[in-house]
């Protein structure tokens, strides 16, 4: 049981460029989240899924896209990379809502030069 | 979404207790109350969740007011381990947005 799986841990873009950072849980989990954490801030959602198929906004979903076609993955894709999103994200997950535990992955460190 | 209000940072003693507030005066009937924590360069870990009564395990207490608005997350013993930013979040029983705070920076001296 492996968890919430991130990769990569570390990337450098380029502005401009484009990527997708994987995020994978083998829980069975039908929650699944996307975080982001600039330095010495909290984390800010990004977007957020509550099954495969089904995807919403969170606080701050420009210049990200995401898909849920399975239960396991929830990609989350950067279009055109800016210096602003530069920071380190966190994927999540969670077998329903109320008072089950949310597990975070390690988390993915993007820097945008 | 309810909204939580914690102090900024805190400091305590390695071995003595700690007491972690946090304010939720627009929480809603079937609003938990959770608790995570997050060490430097690591994802947030969970420490304990309530909705009503008070709670306790092996990491923590949590003593929920009566009236629900607040709360206070317990650490019996600090160690130097639990320097970290606590988070305190409520959690709808339905719906799937999750919003942070910006938690408490808890330092632990020897």
């Known amino acids: 049981n492996a968890g919430v799986t991130q990769t990569p841990k570390f990337r450098i873009l380029k502005i401009g460029q484009s990527m997708t950072l994987q995020c994978t849980q083998d829980m069975n989990h039908n929650y699944m989240y996307w975080y982001r954490q600039d330095p010495g801030m909290g984390l800010k959602l990004i977007y957020y899924s509550v099954g495969a198929g089904i995807t919403d906004k969170g606080e701050v979903p420009n210049g990200y896209n995401v898909s849920r076609s399975t239960t396991e993955d929830f990609p989350l894709r950067l279009e055109l990379a800016a210096p602003s999103q530069t920071s380190v994200y966190f994927c999540?997950?969670?077998?329903?809502?109320?008072?089950?535990?949310?597990?975070f992955g390690e988390g993915s460190w993007l820097t945008v030069v | 979404d309810a909204k939580t209000t914690q102090p900024n940072s805190m400091e305590s003693n390695e071995e003595e207790p700690v007491h972690l507030p946090c304010n939720h005066s627009t929480i809603s009937g079937t609003d938990y109350i959770h608790w995570y924590r997050q060490l430097p360069s690591q994802g947030p870990e969970y420490v304990i969740h309530g909705l009503t009564s008070n709670v306790n395990n092996r990491m923590a207490s949590l003593a929920i007011a009566e009236d629900r608005k607040s709360s206070t997350l317990i650490l019996h013993r600090a160690t130097l381990r639990d320097a970290a930013v606590y988070y305190c979040i409520l959690r709808p029983e339905v719906g799937g947005k999750l919003i942070f705070g910006q938690g408490t920076e808890l330092s632990v001296k020897p």
């Open positions: 999540a997950s969670s077998y329903g809502t109320g008072g089950r535990t949310i597990y």
